[in-house]
């Protein structure tokens, strides 16, 4: 005789119970309560972003004695835009203009070439696709300092010596392999699927790229021109090394206008580095956006 389990008809089986009111609201007061070492942790970086800003900004207005007396964390007695006039008076608008025209050119450049590159990077997948892909990417471990002497020789040969594209060239090719990288991994975030609609639309490969890749690459796009203009706009080495007429200087070397043989003149210095960081300030302003959401996609799919 075998033993029967009991009839098990009618027996709700328990259901687990759902979280309460209580835990939310345990929850929401947890995360509104006060964090002491964040708060010190966010005010130690805000005194590490903000004094320095503060001895900018001052001392571009203070007089040039006042500031060798009183430092540059004084609140300046007599404030001046002298200074100001005196960067604008010494050429710095001379020099604005020529990294303007070379940060434009720059830019178009390296967006001309890294968008084709990215789309043919994603869309031919074979091996020697993926061979230049990696050839890219070896620029991102050469630094412009191990190459400076290569490049000028080759910038001889070629006849561009003290010539703005002489810095545009090199800056441009620099700035690439950074530039495709986070290109074609904003490229790779698009689904196959809408290439095969588009496909079976009767388009080729050209209406594909103008209709469909860089309108949904503009964060992408967006993120490469931000990144290359920056590159161009602070570029050093290359307008030192590549130029030598005054009326090709481009703004970081005209900063040593403002120094002398036996004192540097740190209020106007100041002044005229403030002036130059307004275009970029307000390029970053308007891009901000599209520059976060570009970096987000790097990593593709």
Known sequence: MTATSPPTAGRRTPRPRAAGPDKGRRLRSWRQRPNPVAGLGAFA?????????????????????????????????????????????????GFVLNTVVVTAVVVAIVVALAVTAGYAIVRTRS????????????????????????????????????????????????ALPVCILILTGSMRDISDDLYEAME?????????????????????ISTIAVYAALQAWNGFLFPLILTQ????????????????????????LLSAVVLATIPLFIVYLVARRSLVSGLMGVGGK
């Open 45 to 93: 970086w805000l005194l590490v972003v903000g004094v320095p800003l503060y001895a900018l900004l001052v001392a571009t207005f203070q007089q040039t004695s006042e500031y060798r007396a009183a430092g540059p964390l004084t609140i300046p007695s007599d404030p001046t835009l002298g200074n100001y006039a005196r960067a604008i008076e010494n050429g710095l608008a």
């Open 245 to 268: 007429s005054p009326d090709k200087r481009v703004i970081t070397l005209g900063l040593f206008e403002f120094q002398g043989l036996y004192r540097v003149d740190i209020p106007g």
């Open 127 to 174: 091996l020697m696709t993926n061979s230049l892909f990696r050839v890219f990417l070896l620029g991102l471990a050469i630094p412009n300092q191990a190459v400076i002497i290569p490049v000028y020789l080759i910038i001889i040969e070629m006849g561009l010596y003290d010539s703005l594209l002489a810095v545009m060239l090199p800056t441009a090719a620099f």
């Open 200 to 220: 079976l639309d009767g388009a080729g490969p050209v209406r594909m790229f103008f209709r469909l890749v860089v309108p949904l690459s503009r964060s992408g």
